[in-house]
Every structure is written in structure tokens, then in C-alpha cells.
């Protein structure tokens, strides 16, 4: 049992994914602070953001088995939306790290390990 090399690579996601679930917490807080402090235009985007990232930042941490599947949605939405404006040339940085870390997390969601709570 302790030599299977997928178990081990699994878990080895799964830390990942604990790590991923820091950085969207963070990430949330953040966005929920931007939300209340910033302009107009800005504001509800970041509420959006925030008010999205918050719920599957937990439910990754706690291995929910309904945010693996939002986290599928939300993700793929966040990369499909960074190609697109990776192909009309336009924020190329900040498209192409939100498609970096889009993609390490549908891998990381991809290689949840099957056993997860609720």
C-alpha cells in the first residue's frame, strides 16, 4: 500500500491544493477589501471575485467534493477567458498568469484523490 507511486502522487496534489486554498483565501480577502475601498467601476468585479473565490478557498481546504466541481467551472471560465484575451493581445501578463495558475489548479482538481466528505 505505502509503494503505490499514484497514491503518492495524489497526495502530493492534494498539498497542492491545500496551498492553492491559502492563495484564494488570501486572494479573496483581498479582493473583497479592493471591493469596499475601490472605485465605482471596479468595485463589483471585485466583490464578484472575492465572493467566489472565499467559498472554494474553504471548500478546498476542507475537500469538499461540491467545490472540485465548481473549482472545474470557475477555473475553466478563468482560463477559457484568459486564452481569449491572450488571442486578441490584450493585459498579456496578467492573461498569462491567471491561464498559469488556472491551469495548476484544474491539474490539482483533476488529481483530487476520490475519497473527499459531503
Not at 496534489?13 to 486572494?27: F, M, P
Request: charged share 10%; glycine share 10%.
Amino acid at each position: 500500500m505505502g509503494d503505490d507511486p499514484s497514491r503518492e502522487f495524489a497526495s502530493t496534489r492534494g498539498a497542492e491544493l491545500s496551498t492553492w486554498a491559502v492563495v484564494y483565501s488570501l486572494l479573496g480577502w483581498l479582493s473583497l477589501a479592493a471591493a469596499m475601498l475601490g472605485g465605482a467601476g471596479e468595485g463589483p468585479y471585485y466583490l464578484a471575485a472575492g465572493l467566489t473565490l472565499m467559498p472554494l478557498a474553504i471548500g478546498f481546504w476542507f475537500r469538499l467534493s461540491w467545490a472540485r466541481w465548481a473549482g472545474f467551472i470557475v477555473f475553466a471560465g478563468v482560463a477559457g477567458w484568459a486564452v481569449w484575451q491572450l488571442a486578441h493581445e490584450r493585459v498579456f501578463l496578467m492573461s498569462l498568469a491567471l491561464l498559469l495558475t488556472s491551469a495548476e489548479t484544474l491539474w490539482c482538481l483533476w488529481r483530487w484523490p476520490a475519497a473527499s466528505h459531503l
